[in-house]
């Protein structure tokens, strides 16, 4: 009846290929040649259950009633009772189907120690030759069995690398969200889940962190992500052979997805530095995590049991001078944290950051709220930072500058500080950049300058010379003619006496 060489041969490719075991197909199989045989040769609401024989390649069909007590039956002719919604199925009676039951009395005679609820089987006659339809119908359900015993594979595997990091190819992209191929399934990277600037190409592998397996109806659907804080740590532990043996603990992570991320460390042995372990020799591991996330800045910082130590570590790189602790109750009745934290005059812009990102992840990373006061104090060595003063403005600076308070900035209002410190060196360089131009400018214009006049004198001088030469001799000769002149009209008045 059936070829139990193709047969076999389609179990194992089904076991191979798409994780189906070959007990899971038998019983589609076996399914399928019960439901075509009801439909050929059976009655409707039927029992019927076949055996297929691997070894001798035919099967057996059988018939199966549920033994119920009268007193509890209600036959099809009657009128069932009318119950309430929240009665118990315990309690309700049953329709009786005489080809679906069989009445207690009756079992007992064929069956020795028959109770209420126990299954009589019966055997059917063979058959081996099904209708179109029936042959429709077989295939439909064996169609069916696969699909869901498949399903069930992919969400036992799948299911077990909930948590971990797993990669695929770039299928196809639909509305901001990228659909990954895993193999058995389908992995879907949603906008929100993806870093800020990531650009993917078709066919390119990606690597993301699997948060949650969905079962839909058209399949298996992996939900993975990119900017989940548990992404970092998964990256981390792939690097760094201490976090996997347990010497270092990641105590937490504060994230902001393609920008920056701070991750509090711990080390269970004195001998092992947790900030070390997680850099690496000359940076190499998080160098490593960081260009898998684009070029995310990464700040390592160790964990303290003391509240204090914490937050002043979760402000690196900025330097604070005071640190106080407050706890106290808000209008709900919740207890509030509040660190108040006290800088220099010039660690102030440092220690909020730019957009009130630092203060923000730190934040994050204590569970303290924490708010940034400058104490007015610049610290040594930052004046040689700044833009040169003249003496003549130092003391009007100065009174400024000392009649302005110490104001403090909360971490909920941020957006008055936009500069980092970083920021403003880069500002007073360019206008020190700016004005050694000018003068150097001004310098070669008075210069050139100085060159043109002295070539035109060189040039003018020996004529203006000549000339003057030239005025004066003719002034000579003009005075020495009066003077003979006035001789001559002297000898003549001298004469005429």
């Known amino acids: 009846m059936f070829d139990l060489k193709v047969i076999n041969a389609v179990m194992a490719q089904l076991e191979e290929e798409r994780g189906v075991s070959k007990e899971a197909v038998l019983e589609a199989i076996e399914l399928a040649l ?3 045989y009801r439909k050929e040769y059976g009655k409707r609401n039927q029992i ?3 055996q297929f ?3 001798a390649g035919d099967v057996e069909f ?5 033994v119920v007590d009268k007193d509890n039956a209600v036959l099809e002719n009657e009128d069932a009772p009318d119950y309430d919604p929240e009665t118990p199925d315990e309690e309700k009676k049953i329709i009786y189907n005489p080809e679906h039951h069989m009445f207690l009395e009756d079992a007992k005679f064929m069956k020795a120690g028959a109770k209420v609820g126990d299954e009589v089987v019966f055997p059917l006659e063979k058959k081996d030759d099904f209708g179109r339809i029936a042959a429709q119908t077989a295939k439909q359900v064996i169609m069916q069995k696969i699909r869901e015993a498949e399903k069930t594979s992919v969400m036992a595997e799948y299911g077990e690398n909930e948590g971990t990091i797993v990669s695929g190819t770039v299928e196809r992209m639909e509305h901001g969200a990228i659909y990954l191929d895993m193999g058995r399934a389908v992995g879907m990277l949603p906008y929100d889940e993806q870093i800020p600037g990531e650009r993917f190409k078709q066919g390119e592998r990606v690597r993301a962190y699997l948060y949650r397996v969905e079962e839909t109806n058209r399949g298996v659907f992996l939900k993975l992500s990119r900017s989940h804080p ?6 981390f ?5 201490e976090l996997a043996q347990g010497i270092v603990e990641i105590k937490n992570v504060a994230r902001e997805a393609g920008s920056r991320s701070k991750i509090a460390v711990f080390s269970t042995d004195e001998h092992v530095d947790p900030v070390g372990a997680l850099v690496g020799q000359r940076g190499v591991r998080v160098s490593t995590v960081m260009s898998e996330l684009g070029g995310e800045k990464i700040d390592i910082i160790e964990w ?4 204090a130590q914490f937050v002043e570590e979760s402000l690196s790189p900025a330097q604070v001078t005071e640190i106080e602790l407050e706890e106290q109750e808000n209008e709900r009745g919740d207890i509030e944290r509040i660190a108040h934290v006290l800088v220099n005059d010039d660690q102030q812009s440092l220690a909020i950051g730019k957009g009130g990102q630092n203060v923000r992840l730190a934040a994050k990373l204590t569970g303290w709220k924490i708010d940034i006061a400058s104490n007015g104090i610049v610290s040594e060595g930052a004046e040689d930072r700044r833009a040169p003063v003249s003496n003549e403005n130092k003391d009007a600076l100065t009174a400024a500058l000392g009649s302005v308070p110490a104001t403090d900035v909360s971490s909920e209002a941020l957006a008055k500080d936009e500069e980092t410190a970083d920021e403003a060196e880069a500002k007073e360089e360019v206008v020190a950049s700016e004005e050694a131009a000018t003068e150097a400018t001004a310098a070669e214009a008075e210069a050139t300058e100085t060159e043109v006049t002295e070539e035109v004198v060189a040039e003018e001088t020996p004529k203006e010379t000549e000339e003057k030469e030239d005025v004066v001799e003719e002034k000579k000769e003009e005075e020495t003619t009066e003077e003979t002149a006035g001789d001559d009209e002297a000898v003549a008045k001298d004469t005429e006496k």
């Not at 548990?230 to 990256?235: D, G, H, P, Q, V």
């Open 230 to 235: 548990k992404f970092l740590i998964e990256l």
């Open 48 to 50: 019927v259950r076949a």
């Open 62 to 66: 059988t018939q199966v009633k549920i």
């Open 304 to 307: 303290s049991d003391d509240e």
């Open 237 to 241: 532990l792939a690097e760094v052979p």
């Open 34 to 36: 019960a439901n075509a």
């Open 53 to 55: 024989n691997m070894d």
